[in-house]
């Protein structure tokens, strides 16, 4: 079956720029408290859990969802401008943002009244932190290898097996997670998968950090002996998760944050070539900013789609893919440029430490959220390739 791709050209609506002063109006009120430093990109300050909280008081979080949980029934794109804002502040938003892209939207779906009703206000007031259990050992972005095994007990399921690169783990109060309640079939492999709602502070879940090159440990292996999850916390259809999690990730791909997580080196070497480029720093800006700007029609116009209900997966995909790629490559690109800028402490001293960061954080960029070749695959088989 091939899906109908399509971008549709969506601008913003007038409401989208009032929301954007206002954001940055808050924003610039944090970076004067000290709360984070724009100029320190991926630093999680002291006060994460406090950023979150205010940023849940402005009514920023679950702004799509119904009121009755905590939601606001504002637009999609409305928060794709405060997404885009946060990202481009580098403001700390590792502790809220899981919940808010894709943890909400599955619990909004898929859990019962009472844990709608007793974690979905939480997130919305910046309360709680999630991760998602997807990827585990020896099986890399190929989610229908997963392992770790749940197995029925009297009143719910314990779980044994790891998840690893699972993000904010160490940090998280809960954990939306895939685990294996039955064999795949030689028909079917993507059978036998069941997502779960996991309380991190159950005993037999163990977290250890994975300690990257740039000096942070935002990743985890998570280790289950045991751990018992209640009957009420299995998310859908048991052994049909695939089908949920193929949803998850139209909200999980297509967001700026695909490409914006290096973006901060272009804006300084911008201020670095000052107000009179040469040519060849002109040529290569105006390229990388009108790169900029198509990904980011893409990603606003899938904002849109959210928006009147669809599941645009292969879009995503594309966003992501293009995304993850441009973002990857643009500490080089820019270090190239740099290369004729002349060099003194007032012009070059943050553009080099920011290269230098982004330059090892780059690596992880098109791993995260689905390698660069399943996104691929998903694309063909969404264009009826394979």
Same mark, same amino acid.
């Given at each position: 079956?091939?899906?109908?791709?399509?971008?549709?050209?969506?601008?913003?609506?007038?409401?989208?720029?009032?929301?954007?002063?206002?954001?940055?109006?808050?924003?610039?009120?944090?970076?004067?408290?000290?709360?984070?430093?724009?100029?320190?990109?991926?630093?999680?300050?002291?006060?994460?859990?406090?950023?979150?909280?205010?940023?849940?008081?402005?009514?920023?979080?679950?702004?799509?969802?119904?009121?009755?949980?905590?939601?606001?029934?504002?637009?999609?794109?409305?928060?794709?401008?405060?997404?885009?804002?946060?990202?481009?502040?580098?403001?700390?938003?590792?502790?809220?943002?899981?919940?808010?892209?894709?943890?909400?939207?599955?619990?909004?779906?898929?859990?019962?009244?009472?844990?709608?009703?007793?974690?979905?206000?939480?997130?919305?007031?910046?309360?709680?932190?999630?991760?998602?259990?997807?990827?585990?050992?020896?099986?890399?972005?190929?989610?229908?290898?997963?392992?770790?095994?749940?197995?029925?007990?009297?009143?719910?399921?314990?779980?044994?097996?790891?998840?690893?690169?699972?993000?904010?783990?160490?940090?998280?109060?809960?954990?939306?997670?895939?685990?294996?309640?039955?064999?795949?079939?030689?028909?079917?492999?993507?059978?036998?998968?069941?997502?779960?709602?996991?309380?991190?502070?159950?005993?037999?879940?163990?977290?250890?950090?994975?300690?990257?090159?740039?000096?942070?440990?935002?990743?985890?292996?998570?280790?289950?002996?045991?751990?018992?999850?209640?009957?009420?916390? #299995? *998310?859908? !259809?048991?052994?049909? /998760?695939?089908?949920?999690?193929?949803?998850?990730? $139209?909200? &999980?791909?297509? =967001?700026?944050?695909?490409?914006?997580?290096?973006?901060? #080196? *272009?804006? !300084?070497?911008?201020? /670095?070539?000052?107000?009179?480029?040469?040519?060849? $720093?002109? &040529?290569?800006? =105006?390229?990388?900013?009108?790169?900029?700007?198509?990904?980011?029609?893409?990603?606003?116009?899938? /904002?849109?789609?959210?928006?009147?209900?669809?599941?645009?997966?292969?879009?995503?995909?594309?966003?992501?893919?293009?995304?993850?790629?441009?973002?990857?490559?643009?500490?080089?690109?820019?270090?190239?440029?740099?290369?004729?800028?002349?060099?003194?402490?007032?012009?070059?001293?943050?553009?080099?430490?920011?290269?230098?960061?982004?330059?090892?954080?780059?690596?992880?960029?098109?791993?995260?959220?689905?390698?660069?070749?399943?996104?691929?695959?998903?694309?063909?088989?969404?264009?009826?390739?394979?």
């Amino acid at each position: 079956m091939t899906a109908a791709l399509r971008f549709d050209p969506i601008r913003l609506p007038p409401e989208c720029e009032a929301l954007r002063k206002d954001v940055r109006a808050f924003l610039a009120e944090e970076v004067a408290a000290g709360t984070f430093d724009p100029h320190r990109p991926q630093r999680e300050g002291n006060d994460a859990r406090g950023f979150s909280r205010r940023v849940g008081a402005h009514g920023w979080l679950g702004m799509t969802w119904p009121k009755q949980y905590g939601g606001h029934e504002r637009s999609f794109l409305e928060r794709y401008v405060v997404t885009e804002e946060m990202r481009v502040a580098n403001a700390p938003t590792r502790h809220f943002f899981v919940a808010d892209r894709q943890s909400g939207p599955v619990l909004l779906k898929y859990a019962p009244e009472h844990i709608k009703m007793d974690i979905l206000p939480r997130i919305c007031r910046g309360e709680v932190c999630f991760s998602i259990g997807m990827s585990e050992p020896n099986s890399g972005s190929d989610l229908f290898a997963a392992k770790t095994k749940a197995t029925k007990t009297d009143g719910g399921w314990l779980i044994n097996g790891s998840k690893i690169w699972t993000s904010s783990a160490h940090v998280a109060d809960y954990m939306i997670a895939i685990f294996r309640t039955s064999p795949s079939t030689k028909e079917n492999r993507r059978h036998g998968l069941t997502q779960f709602l996991v309380d991190m502070k159950t005993p037999g879940i163990a977290v250890n950090p994975i300690k990257q090159i740039t000096g942070q440990a935002e990743f985890n292996e998570v280790v289950f002996t045991d751990a018992f999850v209640p009957d009420d916390h #299995v *998310l859908g !259809e048991i052994d049909g /998760a695939w089908k949920q999690a193929t949803s998850e990730l $139209a909200y &999980e791909r297509s =967001g700026p944050e695909r490409f914006l997580e290096t973006y901060y #080196v *272009l804006t !300084e070497l911008v201020r /670095a070539v000052g107000p009179n480029p040469d040519t060849r $720093a002109a &040529e290569g800006i =105006g390229r990388l900013v009108a790169q900029l700007h198509t990904m980011r029609r893409m990603s606003v116009s899938v /904002a849109g789609m959210l928006q009147a209900g669809k599941e645009p997966v292969v879009e995503a995909s594309i966003v992501k893919d293009i995304g993850t790629v441009w973002e990857q490559q643009l500490p080089h690109r820019v270090r190239d440029l740099a290369a004729f800028v002349d060099v003194d402490p007032s012009n070059h001293a943050t553009l080099a430490e920011q290269l230098a960061f982004a330059t090892k954080l780059a690596p992880k960029l098109t791993i995260q959220g689905g390698t660069t070749e399943v996104l691929r695959g998903i694309i063909a088989r969404g264009l009826g390739l394979r």
